[in-house]
């Protein structure tokens, strides 16, 4: 009895913190451990902060060089790069290479989306594509009484609810003797229905860039034709004949004649006329 009326009183005994004293009170609270250790943790925190950047500046190599010194500037407290105004100076050789290289990457991008289109094609095959004509079907009957009392369903032997398919539609005899395989649930079909309207979509896109495709390249090797054409080195002849000295027709010295005609066409010409000159 006596050890649980000292258990009892230890229980009703109270536990108090130690309180600030009178004369401190405009201090604040008493500061406890917990309070010390955060305090002086911060504290040592900034301290290594301090002498890492300290040990850094100290040991910082006076030679050293970044670009991005010289091509950045500061705006509102941020690091930015500074734009160029100077353009890069291309020369002629330059260009040819990366007309040549864009005509190679557009006709590779062409012929990889003609493959995939392919691909497409063959997984969907078009049967109900909405940009497909509709096909019709004509049945032929006796009578207009029999065109009144005309039924498509028992015509074709199939289901009412199959009439509008344009694939996939059994009959009534292979509906009772097989199973139905696949999704038959009208929430899977129609989920089907969807994803099917979506690779139609897609199959479309891909028509559509890869014939913007094949104009670019067309474009681009057009001028690159155009251009070389230009460049076209000039062939000018001219002999002496009783002192006096005559050229060749301006015709023959840019090149005439025929616009198919090749370098060895046109030399043949220019010897054939220069014997018959010499000739006279």
Wanted: no cysteine.
């Amino acid at each position: 009895m006596s050890s649980f009326r000292k258990a009892l009183k230890s229980r009703q005994k109270n536990h108090h913190e130690r309180s600030q004293p009178g004369f401190r009170k405009h201090l604040g609270l008493l500061e406890k451990k917990k309070d010390y250790k955060l305090r002086a943790d911060d504290y040592h925190k900034k301290k290594n902060t301090l002498a890492a950047l300290r040990k850094k500046a100290l040991e910082k190599n006076p030679d050293e060089f970044y670009y991005k010194m010289i091509n950045s500037q500061l705006q509102d407290g941020v690091h930015v790069m500074k734009k160029q105004n100077e353009e890069v100076e291309v020369t002629e050789e330059q260009k040819k290479v990366m007309r040549t290289q864009d005509v190679k990457y557009v006709e590779m991008k062409r012929v990889a989306e003609a493959k995939k289109i392919e691909r497409l094609k063959g997984e969907l095959h078009l049967l109900d594509a909405d940009s497909k004509p509709k096909n019709t079907h004509t049945f032929f009957v006796d009578s207009k009484k029999e065109v009144q009392s005309f039924n498509l369903a028992t015509h074709l032997n199939t289901a009412p609810q199959l009439v509008d398919r344009v694939y996939n539609r059994p009959t009534l005899q292979t509906l009772e003797t097989k199973s139905i395989q696949g999704a038959v649930e009208p929430r899977s079909m129609k989920k089907l229905a969807k994803q099917r309207k979506h690779q139609y979509k897609i199959l479309s896109q891909r028509i559509d860039r890869e014939k913007k495709m094949f104009v670019i390249s067309q474009k681009i090797q057009t001028r690159k034709d155009l251009q070389l054409h230009k460049q076209a080195p000039s062939i000018s002849l001219s002999w002496r004949r009783r002192g006096r000295e005559s050229d060749v027709s301006p015709g023959i010295a840019r090149g005439g004649g025929d616009a198919g005609e090749g370098p060895e066409a046109l030399a043949r010409t220019l010897l054939t006329r220069a014997k018959m000159f010499r000739g006279r």
